[in-house]
């Protein structure tokens, strides 16, 4: 099994409704991070979590929220969806800098999501 | 100001041959890490190779090796004998140090398309 799992995989969704991205983590790290890929512009960060009482929003967090459940669960919410948040999102932890060899990001296997 | 800019939207080179990917960073920040991720086409991200600030030696594993120019801010990736496997975008991102004032967030550059030809 994958030590960072997004649910759903896809998702086609209409206009002004409300979804969630699930993603939970086995890694035991207390960083999550919310990262949307759009084509020619990378990875932008959504929203980003120290530790369960820790939330911080990033470059990009306009029309979107989260909630930090547990340490192992991070999920991201559209509350009224746009066509323009059509993109392939990405759920990851790390470890802290300090700590680790090289505290690089692990992540999930991608969340598709379409609004139409 | 960006933080990772990775100039070559597609690049193609022939198998077996070794190419460059480049990477420029802007830090002011004297500890911070460097990684490459490679995301194959069916979209995952890869973990391929990490440098240091403070390392002395440049990066390498397996057929990876990262060229780190600390005082060019460059940290270009070098594949060596290219294998069709090794089509994919490929990613330079960068994680300032604990003492920053961004979080420790990661910073990725817009991708580069490696594409292998047989």
């Known amino acids: 099994d994958a030590d960072v799992t997004q649910t759903p995989r896809n998702r086609i969704t209409k206009t002004g409704k409300r979804i969630m991205l699930e993603c939970s983590q086995t890694?035991?790290?207390?960083?999550m991070y919310w990262y949307r890929q759009d084509p020619g512009l990378g990875l932008r960060l959504i929203y980003y979590?120290?530790?369960?009482?820790?939330?911080n929003k990033g470059e990009i967090s306009d029309g979107y929220s989260v909630s930090r459940q547990a340490q192992a669960k991070f999920s991201l919410s559209l509350e009224s969806a746009i066509p323009n948040q059509t993109a392939l999102y990405f759920c990851?932890?790390?470890?802290?800098?300090?700590?680790?060899?090289?505290?690089?990001?692990?992540f999930g296997e991608g969340s598709r999501l379409t609004v139409l | 100001a960006q933080k990772i800019t990775q100039t070559q939207p597609g690049m193609f080179v022939q198998e077996k041959e070794a190419v460059t990917l480049d990477c420029t960073y802007d830090?002011?920040?004297?500890?911070?890490?460097l990684f490459w991720y490679k995301q194959p086409s069916s979209g995952e991200m890869i973990f391929l190779i990490y440098?240091?600030?403070?390392?002395?030696q440049n990066a390498t594993e397996g057929r990876y090796s990262l060229n780190f120019q600390k005082a060019r801010k460059s940290a270009n990736l070098v594949i060596s004998a290219s294998q069709l496997g090794d089509s994919a975008m490929y990613f330079c991102?960068?994680?300032?140090?604990?003492?920053?004032?961004?979080?420790?967030?990661?910073?990725f550059g817009t991708g580069t398309s490696l594409t292998v030809i047989p």
């Open positions: 991102a960068m994680r300032e140090g604990p003492y920053s004032n961004t979080g420790n967030q990661f910073y």
């Open positions: 990851a932890t790390s470890a802290p800098f300090v700590l680790a060899g090289t505290g690089e990001l692990f």
């Open positions: 830090t002011s920040d004297p500890s911070y890490g």
């Open positions: 890694k035991g790290h207390d960083r």
């Open positions: 440098q240091g600030s403070y390392d002395q």
């Open positions: 979590s120290f530790d369960v009482k820790d939330i």
